[in-house]
Nanobody
Framework: QVQLVESGGRLVQAGESLRLSCAAS????????MGWFRQAPGKEREFVAA????????YYADSVKGRFTISRDNAKNTVYLQMNSLKPEDTAVYYC?????????????????WGQGTQVTVTS
């Protein structure tokens, strides 16, 4: 099990950028596939981005492709989500998640460990 703590969420205007961070507790951070998900009020939690253990492969939801970038620093036990050209529809609580088995699922059910979330609000 790994403990995850997200940070970086805040209120921004449309078109601005934000970088979210997720710090993990385990020294074996590089053994985990990492993902970012988000949940808006009244909606289900949805996939945003994921990254393989080494960071060589990344995956994105169509709604964020070209605007968001996921990356990781295994030496710092941290995964990042750089969000550019933010839109009001990006408003949500953003969660990072971890899984140890091989594979990169694009659904919440594929991840065992979750952070508490960080709020991102984008105003028009």
């Amino acid at each position: 099990q790994v403990q995850l703590v997200e940070s970086g969420g805040r209120l921004v205007q449309a078109g601005e950028s934000l970088r979210l961070s997720c710090a993990a507790s385990r020294r074996t951070f590089s053994d985990y596939v990492m993902g970012w998900f988000r949940q808006a009020p009244g909606k289900e939690r949805e996939f945003v981005a994921a990254i393989t253990r080494s960071g060589t492969s990344t995956y994105y939801a169509d709604s964020v492709k070209g605007r968001f970038t996921i990356s990781r620093d295994n030496a710092k036990n941290t995964v990042y989500l750089q969000m550019n050209s933010l839109k009001p529809e990006d408003t949500a609580v953003y969660y990072c998640a971890a899984r140890q088995p091989l594979g990169v699922p694009l659904t919440p059910e594929g991840y065992a460990d979750w952070g508490q979330g960080t709020q991102v609000t984008v105003t028009s």
